[in-house]
């Protein structure tokens, strides 16, 4: 093969899966952000013998979208080692020792196929060489390997947050469960919900007949009316199990003066789930409209055109252009000949309508300009407003200051490196401190530094709330023992080492996920 050296600016897609076919030996990836549409297209055909992937474990990132939580199943499920580093914004795909790919591109649709992307493929092996070097250097600093139950815990841990509507301040809680190696965070705005991607696209219709507003409405007034920042409300006769998770929910606000239907929002929707997605008696006592329409599709990551009605979109626009286009019902049967290719006959007396691929671009499109011009409602606008209860919402939130250490030991917990029957393999002081990223006393005992941060207030509040005694899994190095009042503070003889052991083994059968999130 003669050497070669290309700059590449387009069809990345091509590209990629020209470089898997060339060396199937081993897939080497860095990636902050990879989604599962473009990961299956990376995995299609015959399987690497070894894959091997460094990505981000921002769990904000899953959350908003950005990244998927799917995505790292499919790479598991296909054999790959999956590694976190924190701030990760290098891109780098290896293919056996023959082709190197350095880019901007993530791995993602939108890169693939639609961003303007720029790097360079080569199969010179100088360059082969370096890249596999600094791959090999980051992998070596970016462990543990993430297995199957944690990446369920984060699942459980982004549930929470989104069936709850991903309210301003709780969202922003989800932390970055990546090893710090010392990268700079990359300065980049703030990540919005990814549409583009999505499997579904509806109009949810609030308001009726009798009940329809005025253009000089505040979109806020009507937001806080109809509770659509976190729920989507539909009759007690019929449940909306159509909405696929990830569908595109866009809020229309039937109008009078014009008679019209006007788009002023738009937000992810989950799927319904029986049992967990009807009005409570709170909420039916709130909005009393909800006794006769209490079915949930839960939405999250809601964003809303600011000021008036007027500054939405017009429905009625929509379906004057694009005629039987508009929806999938009507694009299908215009296609076969058959049923109504009226846009306007599509929904009548619906909770909602299914747009189609191009009536999803078209308002997609037209909204997001309006958030140019108008502006959005603010997280503190939003923050204000009704959240819904969850099933974990009364559980007690450690303190602040306990928060850094809970992460720490429950990660050693989950990694992999300690059996709670074995003490010699629990982490020290020493060990705890740095996992929390702070830097140990030199020459001192390190007990009431661990104390300091975070270690009494731990022990505390889970002794507060008959939680497992987690701090327990921290020895002296020497002993292999717990230090300082770990047993008198728990109200135990410093010799009932049985009762330890089981706090232990109790710590690490329990789901501490929930108490994760903030």
């Not at 806080?224 to 909306?240: E, Q």
């Not at 009548?348 to 011009?373: D, H, I, M, T, Y």
């Not at 002993?479 to 049985?498: E, T």
């Amino acid at each position: 093969m003669n050497p070669s050296f290309q700059l590449i600016d387009s069809g990345w897609d091509k590209i990629i899966q020209e470089a898997v076919t060339s060396d199937r030996s081993d897939l080497r990836v860095v990636c902050p952000f990879i989604k599962v549409r473009a990961a299956k297209r990376l995995l299609a055909g015959k399987r690497p013998e070894s894959i091997q992937v460094i990505t981000r474990f921002h769990l904000g990132d899953m959350c908003d979208g950005v990244s998927d939580t799917k995505a790292l199943r499919l790479l598991l499920e296909h054999g790959a080692k999956i590694r976190g580093v924190r701030n990760l914004h290098a891109k780098l795909y290896l293919f056996g020792d023959q082709r190197a790919i350095v880019t901007s591109a993530n791995l993602t649709e939108a890169a693939l196929f639609r961003n303007h992307e720029f790097g360079f493929v080569s199969n010179e092996d100088e360059i082969i060489m370096r890249c596999r070097e600094y791959f090999d250097s980051l992998w070596k600093k970016a462990g543990p390997d993430l297995d199957l139950t944690k990446l369920e815990g984060w699942e459980k841990r982004i549930e929470r947050v989104q069936v709850a509507g991903s309210r301003p301040a709780t969202s922003s809680g989800l932390s970055d469960e990546g090893t710090d190696v010392g990268l700079v965070p990359p300065e980049v705005m703030a990540a919005t919900p990814r549409v583009a991607e999505a499997p579904q696209s509806f109009v949810k219709f609030f308001g009726e007949g009798h009940n329809r507003a005025s253009l000089d409405m505040p979109v806020l007034e009507e937001v806080n009316r109809s509770g659509c920042h976190w729920a989507c409300s539909y009759p007690k006769t019929k449940r909306p199990r159509q909405v696929e998770d990830g569908a595109v929910m866009f809020m229309g606000r039937l109008m009078e003066n014009p008679n019209d239907t006007i788009i002023y929002g738009r937000a992810i929707g989950l799927r319904h789930v029986e049992g967990r997605d009807e009005a409570s008696e709170m909420e039916i006592e709130f909005r009393e409209w909800k006794e006769i329409w209490p079915m949930y599709v839960r939405v999250h990551h809601a964003e809303f055109v600011a000021g008036t009605l007027k500054n939405g979109i017009s429905l009625s626009a929509l379906m004057d252009e694009l005629k039987s286009d508009s929806f999938t019902s009507t694009q299908e049967h215009a296609r076969t000949g058959n049923g109504n290719t009226d846009p306007r006959g599509a929904y009548r007396q619906q909770a909602q309508v299914q747009l189609s691929k191009e009536g999803f671009a078209w308002l997609n499109n037209r909204l997001e300009l309006a958030f140019a011009k108008h502006g959005k409602l603010t997280p503190a606008e939003l923050e204000k407003l009704d959240w819904p209860e969850t099933q974990y919402a009364d559980l007690p939130m450690p303190p602040v200051d306990a928060r850094k250490l809970l992460h720490a030991l429950t990660n050693f917990l989950g990694n992999g490196t300690v059996d709670v029957g074995d003490p010699k393999t629990f982490p020290s002081y020493k060990n705890t401190l740095i996992a929390m990223g702070v830097t140990p006393w030199e020459g001192a005992r390190l007990g009431p530094q661990f104390n300091r941060e975070g270690g009494d207030s731990l022990n505390n509040w889970l002794r507060d709330n008959n939680l497992p005694a987690l701090t327990g899994l921290v020895v002296n190095r020497d002993s292999s023992l717990p230090g300082g009042d770990y047993f008198r503070s728990n109200g135990r003889q410093p010799d009932d080492f049985n009762w330890w052991l089981e706090q232990m083994r109790l710590s690490k059968a329990h789901d501490w996920t929930h108490y994760l999130i903030e």
